[in-house]
Nanobody, 126 residues
Framework: QVQLVESGGGLVQAGDSLKVSCAASGRSIDTFTMAWFRQPPGKEREFVAG????????EHADAVKGRFTISRENISKMLFLQMNSLKPEDTAVYYCALRYNFVVEIPNQPNEYDYWGQGTQVTVSS
C-alpha cells in the first residue's frame, strides 16, 4: 500500500511560479511510474506530466510543455511539479498518482493509475 499526500498549492497571479509536492508513505516508490493530473472546475481530470520509475524519462502535456517540469526523489519518496509562467487556465485541483504495474510507456489516462492523493488546489488569478 502507498499513501500519497500533495502539498504546495495556493493562490498566485498569472506569470508566477509555484512548486507542488507529493509525499509518499508506506512502501518504496522507486519502481513505479508516477504522474501529475489536474481537474479544472467543471471538467474531467487530465494528464499533466508523468515520469518513469528512475526519473530518466518524462512526458508533459502539450498545454504545459515548456512551463511545467516533473521530477522525483526516490530516496525521500517525493514527487514534484515545478510550474512556471502560470496562466488562469492552469487553475485546477492537482493530483499525484502512482501506477503499481510496470509499463514501458508513461500512461496518460487516469484509469491507468492505482493510487491517488487527495489533491491540492492551485488558483491562478489574471
Amino acid at each position: 500500500q502507498v499513501q500519497l499526500v500533495e502539498s504546495g498549492g495556493g493562490l498566485v497571479q498569472a506569470g508566477d511560479s509555484l512548486k507542488v509536492s507529493c509525499a509518499a508513505s508506506g512502501r518504496s516508490i522507486d519502481t513505479f511510474t508516477m504522474a501529475w493530473f489536474r481537474q479544472p472546475p467543471g471538467k474531467e481530470r487530465e494528464f499533466v506530466a508523468g515520469i518513469t520509475w528512475n526519473g530518466e524519462r518524462a512526458e508533459h502535456a502539450d498545454a504545459v510543455k515548456g512551463r511545467f517540469t516533473i521530477s522525483r526523489e526516490n530516496i525521500s519518496k517525493m514527487l514534484f511539479l515545478q510550474m512556471n509562467s502560470l496562466k488562469p487556465e492552469d487553475t485546477a485541483v492537482y493530483y499525484c498518482a502512482l501506477r503499481y504495474n510496470f509499463v514501458v510507456e508513461i500512461p496518460n489516462q487516469p484509469n491507468e493509475y492505482d493510487y491517488w492523493g487527495q489533491g491540492t488546489q492551485v488558483t491562478v488569478s489574471s
